[in-house]
Nanobody, 116 residues
């Protein structure tokens, strides 16, 4: 079974930065358009950034200009650089393919907490 493993989360103050990584256990990763999703307590999971297999990107309005998604197909890895973090960015962050439902099983996610 293909696995996704997210890492890089943590606790930061408002205005801080974090870089998240998502490693896929299979090279099939390079064929997929990928997304970073987040889920805050009591809220539905939402898509915040997406990248095609060829590298084209798109962002939710709430993170545009602050977050940058990228990928390394050679490393089967997706990244999310998060700058100028705000308390409302606090959530568990996941990666997966685009689509409803996504094609792969969800990983455990990585917690991001933004607080002073």
């Amino acid at each position: 079974q293909v696995q996704l493993v997210e890492s890089g989360g943590g606790s930061v103050q408002p205005g801080g930065s974090l870089r998240l990584s998502c490693v896929c256990s299979d090279s099939i990763f390079r064929n997929y358009n990928m997304g970073w999703y987040r889920q805050a307590p009591g809220q539905q999971r939402e898509l915040v950034a997406q990248i095609t297999w060829g590298g084209s990107t798109n962002y939710a309005d709430s993170v545009k200009g602050r977050f940058t998604i990228s990928r390394s197909n050679a490393k089967n890895t997706a990244y999310l650089q998060m700058n100028s973090l705000k308390p409302e960015d606090t959530a568990v962050y996941y990666c997966n393919t685009l689509g409803t439902p996504p094609r792969l099983s969800w990983g455990q996610g990585t917690q991001v907490t933004v607080s002073s």
